[in-house]
């Protein structure tokens, strides 16, 4: 088939396909003056070495106005209020690849970036929780069939989050479409050798074909802006291990970190992630509470520079979960097929998580301290074992 005649195919196919009901919100147009109001969403944090030798003193960070939003009349400047937040400084050793407080302070930066919420459900009436942790619970599966990384399917879990905020009444329907795209985008930004788009559509066992996944993609990266590169908590958690375990003299690039610990609380990470009430918290924080489950809180301090008072509600509403954890098999190492030994616990894996978040958030009815949310149904998405993926189109 010709290119012409291929773009003349999607284009009656498309004449005839259904509506969908995934739409993007359309921003209103405001005047011109409230373009010189500072956003919210837009602030930005420069870092101000104001600390001793010793590294006792905090890091001074200072609200900083978008460039955007620079109004050219000097008189106007009085109109942004400036925050002092103090922070204890980075705990990223020196680097001989650039400064370690510039990675820190960009790393804190896209926390005020890539902004997620629970209440989207809100915008989605059709919608439950128990629908989320369903959805994720199959991603999960689908990355660990097609041996993807954790940060993978950390990012398809932050692309769908995001992208229902963007959106209103999406049809219960379509939650697996935008999944698997998700997923799929992931891939492509994360992975060396991504599936093909034929792959993706084949787990969805004919629910999601090709066409769909190539549409819904433009639509969800329209509505994220083409924001693709949050610090999820799996790259919070590794910076945590790495920065812990790390001597003098080692490369700070190659992971000094032990995989058995690191795979016990990825799975702690996972379980959490699956509970719609995580989004309450930033990925930073979730992950330095998953870390101090498994540490004392003075390593989790000393790694992250975070208080007790910021992380200590989070250390208390992940309990159920780890008590949950505990009733299991301790989480073992896989050996997946053309990955090399020292990459295994970077693969995301799979347990019967949907089991597991049913018995924390069974604990959750008896600790005062935890929020709930309800419980998940039976699973209903499944892909195919690593022996039936299709190696033809």
């Excluded at 070495?49 to 609200?63: H, N, R, T, V």
């Excluded at 992940?318 to 030994?341: E, I, T, W």
Aim: proline share 7%; glycine share 2%.
């Amino acid at each position: 088939m010709s290119r012409r005649s291929g773009r003349i195919t999607l284009q009656a196919r498309d004449e005839n396909a259904p509506t969908t009901k995934i739409t993007s919100r359309k921003r209103k147009s405001e005047p011109s003056k409230k373009k010189l109001q500072p956003a919210a969403k837009k602030q930005s944090y420069e870092i101000q070495k104001c600390w001793s030798q010793d590294g006792a003193s905090p890091c001074l960070l200072i609200e900083t106005p978008h460039k955007e939003l620079e109004p050219t009349d000097p008189s106007s400047f009085k109109q942004y209020r400036f925050k002092n937040l103090f922070i204890k400084p980075s705990p990223i050793p020196c680097l001989s690849w650039a400064s370690s407080d510039d990675v820190w302070i960009k790393m804190l930066n896209k926390e005020l970036k890539y902004v997620h919420d629970k209440s989207y459900l809100q915008q989605h009436p059709k919608m439950q929780p128990k629908m989320r942790a369903i959805l994720l619970d199959w991603l999960f599966e689908v990355s660990e069939v097609y041996c993807l990384h954790r940060q993978t399917a950390y990012l398809a879990q932050d692309y769908f989050d995001r992208f229902m905020l963007t959106q209103e009444n999406v049809n219960k329907d379509y939650l697996q479409l935008i999944g698997i795209t998700a997923l799929f985008i992931a891939s492509k930004t994360e992975e060396i050798y991504p599936p093909k788009i034929h792959e993706f559509a084949y787990v969805t066992d004919g629910a999601c074909d090709m066409w769909d996944i190539q549409r819904t993609e433009l639509i969800i990266l329209k509505a994220l802006d083409w924001n693709l590169c949050p610090e999820t908590p799996i790259s919070w958690l590794k910076l945590y291990a790495q920065v812990e375990a790390q001597s003098d003299g080692d490369c700070f690039l190659v992971p000094q970190f032990s995989q058995d610990a690191y795979i016990q609380i990825t799975q702690l990470l996972d379980l959490c992630m699956m509970d719609v009430n995580s989004l309450d918290y930033s990925y930073s924080v979730l992950a330095a509470a998953a870390f101090c489950h498994f540490s004392s809180f003075e390593v989790v301090h000393k790694v992250s520079g975070l208080t007790w008072e910021s992380v200590a509600p989070c250390v208390r509403w992940m309990s159920p979960f780890m008590d949950s954890l505990r009733g299991q098999p301790k989480a073992q190492l896989k050996n997946f097929p053309k990955v090399k030994a020292d990459d295994r616990h970077n693969i995301q894996t799979h347990v019967d998580y949907l089991d597991l978040l049913r018995k924390a958030q069974e604990r959750q009815i008896d600790s005062p301290d935890c929020q709930l949310s309800p419980g998940p149904a039976g699973a209903v998405l499944t892909p195919p074992s690593s022996t039936e993926k299709p190696t033809n189109p």
